[in-house]
């Protein structure tokens, strides 16, 4: 297993760009979540999904859509990039019956 | 609001002496706590969660609901406990997880 994946590892976009940060996980699992990551700050939610076609939002949604049209995949959009973007970017997915959630290798996001 | 708040945002000790990375909590149900390592260009990774009651890699942490606490210990550390630890919580069933602010372990030779 692959277990959860993340593309791209870096990106830089200037300010008003959109992207799509990719995830991927290969366990079956049905929760998949986002968050950021940012000095002093720990690991921040900012969508949350509990299942296929389901999906909410964390602490910090502003900014970032998701969808979730498979099991797999979890993908975050970012519409209109601002230097407040500015971070390291988790994936994570774990069975909903609970226990440890998987983390993905993150994708370390700088808008100038 | 949920909250998990580590105070150190830096923790260096020697090699061989004890650790302690503190972490407190609020909320006012029945919480689920873990603690999860970053190590140096890895990905986070769970350490430990309070339900399984295990000692990984020499540590451990226990729950105290008077102090709303669950500071995780080790008696002899080691250099390859350096890394980033976060405190996180769950609560209500929830797969939610709210972070501390993380500590940054140095053990210095």
């Known amino acids: 297993n692959a277990g959860v994946t993340q593309t791209p590892k870096f990106q830089v976009l200037k300010t008003g760009q959109s992207m799509t940060l990719q995830c991927a996980q290969d366990?079956?699992?049905?929760?998949m979540s986002w968050y950021r990551q940012d000095p002093g700050m720990g690991l921040r939610l900012i969508h949350y999904?509990?299942?296929?076609?389901?999906?909410d939002q964390g602490e910090v949604p502003n900014g970032y859509n998701v969808s979730r049209s498979t099991t797999e995949d979890f993908p975050l959009r970012l519409l209109s990039a601002a230097p407040s973007q500015t971070s390291v970017y988790f994936c994570?997915?774990?069975?909903?019956?609970?226990?440890?959630?998987?983390f993905g290798p993150g994708t370390r996001l700088t808008v100038t | 609001a949920q909250r998990v708040t580590q105070p150190e945002k830096l923790l260096s000790v020697f090699k061989g002496a004890p650790v302690e990375l503190k972490c407190n909590y609020s909320?006012?149900?029945?919480?689920?706590l873990f603690w999860y390592v970053q190590y140096s260009r890895q990905r986070l990774q769970l350490l430990l969660r309070?339900?399984s009651r295990e000692s990984i890699k020499g540590f451990t942490a226990d729950l105290n609901k008077g102090e709303t606490s669950f500071h995780l210990k080790k008696p002899f550390a080691q250099e390859e406990d350096s890394a980033m630890y976060y405190c996180?919580?769950?609560?209500?069933?929830?797969?939610?997880?709210?972070f501390g602010q993380g500590t940054r372990l140095t053990i210095n030779p």
């Open positions: 994570a997915s774990s069975s909903t019956t609970g226990g440890a959630q998987y």
């Open positions: 366990m079956n699992h049905e929760y």
């Open positions: 999904s509990v299942g296929a076609g389901i999906t």
């Open positions: 909320y006012s149900g029945s919480p689920e």
């Open positions: 309070h339900i």
């Open positions: 996180a919580l769950s609560f209500q069933g929830a797969q939610k997880l709210v």
